[in-house]
């Protein structure tokens, strides 16, 4: 894993941008910081390596982000999310269903984005959408 000397360089800045003290992050921003360097770990993950602690220096935020896989590709996560409501493999599911999903995603959409999010893609005659022209979209649109 490693860091390369560009996420070297995003930490520092990142550290700097959200610290709490010379040096020092604390622990409610840690999970941004982590985020901007391109690792996505969860709660779980986050919450056993702060241990109760407050605050942490670049090197701790360092030796923890060497255990992280860094800059995940969105698409396969995306396409595996999606392969799961996707039974016959067809690359395919009902709009109702990704309409649903959306609403009740951890990171909750508001009904006027879940709308916009409908308009822009492409739902079939069949009611159903084609979820790898969403994917595109949405990495395209981040």
Known sequence: ??????????????CKLHE?????????????????VGANPSDEELEAFMG????FSVNDITNFLES???HQDPTKL???????????????????????????LGERFHSHEIEEIMR???VDNDGKI?????????VENK
Do not use: C, H, W
């Open 120 to 122: 822009q893609t492409d």
């Open 68 to 70: 992280q896989t860094l």
């Open 78 to 104: 995306l396409t595996d999310s999606f392969a799961i409501f996707d039974a016959e493999g067809t690359g395919l599911i009902d709009a109702s269903e990704f309409r649903q999903v959306l609403g009740g």
């Open 20 to 36: 709490s003290a010379p040096n020092q992050v604390s622990a409610a921003q840690l999970g941004e910081v982590i985020r901007i």
């Open 52 to 55: 109760g602690r407050a605050t």
């Open 130 to 138: 084609n979820y790898s022209d969403f994917i595109q979209f949405a």
């Open 1 to 14: 894993m490693g860091l390369s000397p560009e996420d070297k360089i995003v930490l520092e800045e990142a």
